[in-house]
C-alpha cells in the first residue's frame, strides 16, 4: 500500500485524458497534475528542447513526493523511447504513453492497419511503427501529424459540431479513410478531447485509442501489481498545476473534468 500521490504531466490540458481516467478507475488516488502551459505546444520543438522540458516537468513533480509518473504527453514519451530522461531523478516508477496505446491498438486491429495521428515531433521520431512492429511486423502503419489540433483544443474548439475543427480533421484525416485504416491511435493526448469530430469524419467501425487512457490503466495495473495502490477510503484529491494563466486553464480543466470540489489550481514556476 502507499498513499503517496500519482504525477502526471503534458505541455498543457491534454493530459488530462489520463487525469480522466485515472480517477474513473481509482477513485481514492491522490493525483498531481503539471501542465506546462506557459510553453505548450512542444511538439513542434526540437528534440533536445522537448527533453529539457521533460526534465524540468519531472523535477517539479519529483517534489510533490510522488508514486510514479505518468509522461501524459505523447511528444515527450517520445523522447523518451530513445532518451534516458528520468536518469538522476529519484523517480523509479514511470511510464509513457506509446507502448500502453501500441498494446491497445494491436489487440484491436482485424484487418492490420492502424492509423497514428500526433504532434510534428512524435511522428517524425518514427517511435509508435516502431513499438507496434516490435509488437506485430506484419501491421501497416499510417502516420499523420496534425499540428493544429493541439491550438484547437488549447482554445476550447472542442465542440462535434464546431465548423473550423471538423474541417481540419477531414483535411488531416483524408489520408486515413484512404488507407482504410480499422484502428486510429490518438498519439497525442490532447486528440481525445477533440474524439467527436475525430469519429464523425472517421466513420464508424474505426475503433480510436486515446493514449492517455491506456497509460492510466496501465497505472493501475503496475501499481496493483507492485502492491502499491492507496487504501483511502475517501476519495483522492485532484492538486493541478499551470505554468500561465489559471484562469485560462481552469476554463479547459471544467469543460473536461466538470465541476468537482476536490480539484485545486494552482500557478506555479518551474526551476530551470
Ligand atoms: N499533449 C501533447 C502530446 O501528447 C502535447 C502537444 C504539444 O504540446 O504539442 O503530444
Known amino acids: 500500500m502507499n498513499n503517496a500521490a500519482i504525477g502526471v504531466f503534458d ?3 491534454g493530459g488530462l485524458t489520463c487525469v ?64 534516458p530522461i528520468f536518469e538522476g531523478t529519484s523517480i523509479t516508477e514511470f511510464s509513457g504513453v506509446i507502448y500502453p496505446a501500441v498494446h491497445a491498438a494491436c489487440a484491436s486491429t482485424q484487418n492490420n492497419r492502424i492509423g497514428v495521428i500526433g504532434t510534428p515531433a512524435t511522428i517524425r521520431s518514427g517511435c ?20 493544429m489540433f493541439v491550438p484547437l483544443v488549447e ?7 464546431n465548423r473550423v475543427s471538423k474541417l481540419i480533421a477531414q483535411e488531416y484525416l483524408e489520408v486515413m479513410i484512404r488507407e482504410k485504416v480499422d484502428t486510429l491511435i490518438l498519439g497525442c493526448t490532447h486528440y481525445p478531447m477533440l474524439k467527436d469530430v475525430i469519429a464523425e469524419v472517421m466513420g464508424e467501425g474505426v475503433k480510436l485509442i486515446s493514449s492517455g487512457a491506456e497509460v492510466a490503466k496501465h497505472a493501475q ?17 485532484l492538486e493541478l498545476y499551470c505554468t500561465d494563466s489559471v484562469e485560462l486553464f481552469a476554463e479547459n480543466v471544467g469543460a473536461f473534468l466538470g465541476n468537482n470540489k476536490n480539484i485545486t489550481i494552482s500557478k506555479c514556476s518551474l526551476a530551470l
Open 128 to 147: 509508435y511503427g516502431k513499438a507496434i512492429h516490435e509488437m506485430k511486423p506484419d501491421i501497416k502503419v499510417v502516420g499523420k501529424a496534425c499540428p
Open 20 to 83: 480522466k481516467e485515472l480517477a474513473r478507475l481509482m477513485p481514492n488516488e491522490n493525483i498531481v497534475y503539471l501542465g506546462d502551459t506557459a510553453r505548450v505546444p512542444y511538439g513542434t520543438k526540437s528534440k533536445e528542447l522537448i527533453a529539457q522540458y521533460g526534465r524540468q516537468d519531472i523535477k517539479f513533480l519529483e517534489q510533490h513526493n510522488v508514486k510514479m509518473v505518468l509522461v501524459a504527453c505523447g511528444t515527450v514519451s517520445s523522447v523518451l523511447m530513445t532518451t
Open 155 to 161: 482554445n476550447g474548439y472542442t465542440s462535434p459540431d
Open 11 to 13: 505541455s498543457g490540458v
Open 221 to 237: 495495473k503496475i501499481l496493483s501489481f507492485n502492491d502499491a495502490l492507496s487504501d483511502r477510503e475517501q476519495n483522492g484529491t
